[in-house]
């Protein structure tokens, strides 16, 4: 067995969390509270290094007092446990993450959902992988034709444009599966390869 003591705590973590396949039990709770109370602390320790590296420093070696600004509205977050005299302060950070978030996740889908998808059918008729592509594309279209009755060319169209959309879910799910397999099989060689040594990696 392994006599390195980060294997073994990673080990038995993986044992406990495991264990909740057989049913829930006290080593699957403390081992979720731990990852839990882990996962809170490194969040605490990276916002007080991102304050030192991106506020502090710059502020006091590099005069950059601009800086302030966004660190004073980020306090505003914690204005309601000044009392409710100051809960409206939180306001005023919110409507900017939420103002940005919306900017840039408009953008993103425009880009990504519309523009590059567009794009990526616009394809010269010259393999057959190009032909399956644009046939595929065009009868999921047609399946959203609801503004009129269908014709029975249409009607077709959009029966074979469910079928693509059905391949192409399940393509969707055997990929998230496959993952959560490759998940699984990385703990297991953990455990058997580099904590107990019974296979070799």
């Keep these: 067995m392994s006599a390195n003591f980060t294997v073994w705590i990673g080990a038995l973590f ?3 969390a495991f264990s909740y396949l057989f049913k829930e039990n006290k080593f699957y709770k403390a081992a979720e509270h731990i990852y839990v109370g882990v996962a809170a602390g490194y969040s605490i320790v990276m916002g007080y290094t991102n304050i030192v590296s991106k ?3 710059p502020v006091l070696e590099k005069g950059q007092v601009v800086l ?3 660190f004073v509205i980020g306090l505003l977050l914690f204005a309601p446990y000044a009392g409710d005299r100051y809960r409206w302060m939180r306001r005023i950070p919110l409507a900017f993450i ?31 992988d190009n032909i399956i592509i644009i046939l595929g594309v065009s ?11 269908q014709s029975p060319v249409l009607k077709t169209t959009a ?16 990929n998230a599966f496959m ?7 990385g703990r297991v060689q953990f455990i ?5 040594h019974i296979i070799k990696l």
Excluded at 159 to 174: I, L, N, P, R
Excluded at 179 to 185: F, M, N, W
Excluded at 192 to 196: A, L, N
Aim: proline share 1%.
């Design 14 to 16: 993986t044992i406990a």
């Design 68 to 70: 302030l600004l966004p």
């Design 139 to 149: 009868c999921v279209i047609a399946y959203f034709f609801f503004t009129f009755t």
């Design 179 to 185: 993952g959560r397999i490759s998940l699984l099989i």
């Design 159 to 174: 029966e074979a444009g469910k079928w693509v959309m059905m391949v192409t879910f399940g393509a969707a799910f055997g």
């Design 98 to 128: 939420t103002g940005v978030g919306a900017g840039l996740s408009i953008r993103a889908a425009v880009e990504n959902q519309l523009v590059k998808q567009i794009a990526a059918t616009v394809l010269s008729l010259n393999t057959i």
């Design 192 to 196: 058997f390869g580099e904590w107990i």
């Design 55 to 57: 506020v502090y420093k």
